[in-house]
């Protein structure tokens, strides 16, 4: 995994951190989110911001910008009805209102990609306010 991985409908490349961060998220569970964005001079998606393991839902909504996109992965943890401990990863496409068009745009055609290689994902959300992505809509889900 030397090369970043090309993603094949924009030529955006995800880099190395963007895979170990995840894998260290999924495997590890060092990380309870990871927030990605994409470097448009420089056409890679990076990790923009990493949530520690003691971190919650509600600090990484507060962490997503109100007038940029970004992707993020939340690690969901939670007992079911038969009292076992699961775990779920959720895939968040963040493209608020403000966000610019160029930039939405751009985000809607390499999310695809980026899901190819954040293998283990369960569920997908599209928010463009916080109140499509609340913490109901995951528990909901995660059901």
């Not at 600090?59 to 690690?75: I, K, Q």
């Not at 038969?82 to 055609?109: G, Q, V």
């Not at 990609?113 to 528990?139: K, N, S």
């Amino acid at each position: 995994m030397a090369m970043a991985f090309k993603m094949a409908t924009t030529g955006m490349r995800v880099t190395d951190e963007c895979t170990s961060s995840y894998m260290e998220m999924k495997w590890k569970k060092i990380h309870r989110y990871i927030i990605f964005k994409i470097e448009e001079k420089s056409r890679k998606v990076t990790v923009d911001k990493v949530g520690g393991a003691g971190e919650s839902y509600h600090d990484l909504a507060a962490s997503l910008p109100m007038d940029d996109c970004r992707y993020a992965v939340f690690d969901f943890d939670f007992v079911t009805v038969d009292n076992c401990r699961k775990s779920k990863i959720f895939f968040i496409a963040w493209s608020p209102e403000a966000s610019r068009i160029r930039a939405k745009i751009l985000y809607a055609t390499s999310k695809d990609g980026l899901r190819r290689v954040l293998e283990g994902i369960h569920y997908e959300l599209q928010a463009t306010d916080p109140t499509e992505m609340g913490f109901d809509i995951i528990q909901d889900r995660a059901k």
